[in-house]
């Protein structure tokens, strides 16, 4: 079964380093399907969802973006 919450983490392979917050934001959000997207293997998803710099979040629920961020703070 697939969860109706879906976030994405939309990156680019030589930034991720920086961005050690993944074991953080599954910890508090059990319920969500989460999706992890490297860019340049990717860039269609990037284009799809208007990503304009890395990393972005982008939190679906029920289909519909509830919210959208890049950075890390």
Not at 39 to 58: G, H, N, R, Y
């Amino acid at each position: 079964m697939c969860s109706s919450n879906i976030l994405w983490w939309i990156y680019m392979m030589w930034s991720v380093d920086r961005v050690n917050l993944l074991p953080q934001i599954l910890w508090k959000l059990p319920n969500v399907t989460f999706l992890k997207v490297d860019v340049d293997e990717l860039k269609s998803v990037a284009q799809e969802w208007d990503v304009q710099a890395m990393p972005t979040f982008i939190f679906l629920k029920d289909g519909e973006i509830v919210e959208k961020f890049t950075g890390v703070n």
